[in-house]
Nanobody, 121 residues
């Protein structure tokens, strides 16, 4: 069981990045997919989730700028990030949730190590 994020980096304000999360060892299509971010000194912030039939939801802080997607055939999760702001600077991690109840409560069963996104001019 593994989740590995990629795609982070340094980007200027207003720029875009696409993060990817490769997973293995899971019944991927039956699990709920999430993206979380964290900055030093603060707790993790849930930013987006997608359920087993493709319905997505977003935190207010990223709604309209970020888009989550998943590819069940490849067991991957993506996060397209547009109009990036300095406040988006964080370590971004993907996470999987097994139960619907935990999904609704933004609880996670498996996490990746994260990929760093830095938004700065």
């Amino acid at each position: 069981e593994q989740l590995v994020e990629s795609g982070g980096g340094l980007v200027q304000p207003g720029g875009s990045l696409t993060l990817s999360c490769a997973t293995s060892g899971f019944f991927f299509s039956t699990m709920y997919k999430n993206w979380i971010r964290q900055v030093p000194g603060k707790g993790p912030e849930w930013i987006s989730s997608i359920d087993t039939v493709g319905n997505a939801r977003y935190a207010e802080s990223v709604r309209g700028r970020f888009t989550i997607s998943r590819d069940n055939a490849k067991s991957t999760i993506s996060l397209q990030m547009n109009s990036l702001k300095p406040d988006d600077t964080a370590l971004y991690s993907c996470a999987l949730t097994r139960s619907y109840r935990d999904f609704l409560e933004n609880k996670f069963d498996y996490w990746g190590q994260g990929t760093q996104v830095t938004v700065s001019s």
